[in-house]
């Protein structure tokens, strides 16, 4: 109180006083996103609620000559939503109105900072949408926002079948970096269903009610009218503008299942599991995979009654017609016994099912019992490459005498193998990012990509170039030019740029043992 600014007072009277962060302390908050490596100091956050806000938010940063940074609940793994060198963070976190839900055309719209949870939970609780979810599902999705998602086209642990966040959205509203407004489908007319008054979920203000039917046409909703703007801006992690405005496809939960957990007493068996599965034409909803560090830390921080004395856990479920279920999984499970499976147990109990995916959801939670500090790395590669990398990647951490526990999505070949280390110590920083880096140099250079959902931000940047051509990246630019000719959003993420570079090898100073240095050309 008393030392607000021009520039603090130009942004409350958009969003109003309790909306607008600017005390140091307040500030440091958002220093970082879910890679902490990666640290940066905004000037100001701002908290909008309307897609109008966050456009006069964006002209005022205009006015102020400052960088925008597109922030949802912070959860993202590459440092995409972090101000390097000052700049206005535009956090969307406030904006949680699900302000339709069309169950007869199976679509949700949805303001940018609904959690993603939030909006299963709800139309679950919507009369006449109780087998209809959106399907995405991040390990992070009580608290990841569906902006987010969409940014980052996330992905999750049904992404094998049911695909990424892209699949599932059928049109974005954004807050071009000039301050405009789009819309990638061309609006039409929603009523929502009627939601009961006990149907706050979490506490989010819930869409108005009517007593009017759903309209039963959209027909614009589906019509790819010219260029894909929708599959161009889901993935761009801001870089070329803000997404306020989600349009969600709804899909019928399945409701046919078998699961399966099979422990090995190695993880290259587990992953030849992986390999011959897909390898034989099933496509599983899921395939995850814990290695052993992995299972004793789980173990020891929620007691599932996992061996921990087992080398590997592959938990695996398929979805589809009850008829041909039961000899997918006669097949799957005898894949798992030629590869020397010590022990099959199949999870008819859905109470028990709903355990197994709890056990796979915590299991990063469980790594901050075991470690001051984690880094988790995210690349994709052919699923025949899995039993040998991931073999290579335990090597390189013995190499630098760094433990790497594993847990990954093993059906897409999207490994994660997670670095433990302390912050605290810059020498042990500085190790990680190293190994990083080797560990996505291996997975390129055996036919992977280097990131298969957490996105590129600054994290992976160095490595864009190494994974395109020029002519590509160039391409990328020139993108990012069209709609942000300015180079104001988001600059030096994902894209390399030729303004500004950001260096996670420096810390910003001698005392911060994470941080980045950003240097504008």
């Not at 962060?21 to 940066?40: C, K, M, N, T």
């Not at 109105?97 to 609780?125: C, K, M």
């Amino acid at each position: 109180m008393g030392n607000e600014t021009p520039l603090i007072q130009t942004f409350q009277a958009i969003v109003g006083r309790d909306a607008v962060l600017h005390d140091a302390d307040e500030l440091s908050v958002y220093e970082s996103d879910g890679f902490p490596i990666a640290r940066g100091m905004p000037t100001l956050v701002v908290f909008p609620t309307t897609t109008d806000q966050v456009a006069r938010c964006v002209k005022a940063a205009i006015e102020h000559d400052l960088p925008l940074v597109p922030r949802g609940s912070g959860t993202g793994l590459a440092g995409g939503a972090v101000a390097f060198g000052g700049g206005v963070i535009i956090c969307t976190s406030r904006m949680t109105r699900i302000e339709s839900i069309d169950l007869a055309n199976r679509v949700a719209v949805v303001q940018a900072g609904v959690f993603n949870a939030t909006l299963s939970e709800t139309i679950a609780a919507t009369p006449g949408g109780e087998n209809l979810h959106f399907s995405p599902d991040p390990s992070s999705q009580k608290a990841a926002t569906i902006g987010g998602n969409a940014a980052t086209n996330a992905g999750g642990v049904n992404t094998l079948k049911h695909g990424v966040t892209s699949t599932h959205v059928l049109g974005l509203e954004l807050v071009l970096p000039d301050g405009s407004i789009i819309q990638t489908t061309p609006p039409s007319p929603h009523t929502p269903v009627p939601l009961k008054p006990t149907d706050g979920i979490r506490g989010f203000p819930q869409p108005e009610t009517t007593n009017q039917k759903p309209e039963t046409s959209h027909p614009t909703l589906h019509d790819r009218v010219g260029p894909d703007l929708t599959g161009l801006l889901c993935g761009s992690e801001g870089t070329l503008g803000i997404i306020t405005r989600v349009w969600c496809k709804l899909t019928p939960k399945p409701s046919n299942f078998r699961t399966v957990y099979a422990v090995f007493d190695s993880s290259y068996d587990a992953c030849k599991s992986v390999a011959d599965v897909i390898a034989d034409g099933i496509t599983p909803t899921s395939m995850e995979m814990m290695d052993g560090a992995m299972i004793r830390a789980v173990e020891d921080a929620f007691h599932y009654g996992f061996p921990t004395t087992a080398k590997a856990l592959l938990l695996l479920e398929i979805d589809g017609l009850e008829e041909v279920l039961d000899d997918q999984l006669a097949r799957c499970i005898a894949f798992c016994r030629a590869n020397n499976a010590t022990d099959i147990q199949q999870c008819a109990d859905a109470a028990k099912r709903a355990e197994l995916w709890s056990a796979r959801k915590r299991a990063f939670g469980a790594i901050g019992r075991i470690s001051h500090s984690y880094c988790t790395q995210d690349a994709c590669i052919p699923r025949s490459k899995l039993p040998e990398a991931i073999e290579h990647i335990a090597r390189l951490g013995e190499e630098v005498g760094m433990q790497i526990n594993n847990v990954f999505h093993a059906g897409d070949g999207n490994v994660h193998p997670i670095m433990l280390f302390d912050e605290d110590h810059p020498e042990e920083v500085e190790k990680t990012l190293q190994l990083s880096e080797r560990i996505l140099e291996y997975c390129i250079s055996i036919g992977g990509t280097i990131t298969g959902e957490h996105g590129v931000g600054v994290e992976k940047l160095p490595l864009m170039r190494k994974m395109f051509t020029p002519d590509t990246i160039t391409t990328f630019q020139r993108i990012k030019r069209a709609f942000d000719p300015d180079a104001r959003a988001n600059e030096g993420k994902l894209i390399p740029s030729d303004r500004i570079t950001i260096d996670l090898h420096q810390p910003t100073s001698p005392n911060t043992p994470g941080g980045a240095l950003a240097t504008t050309h």
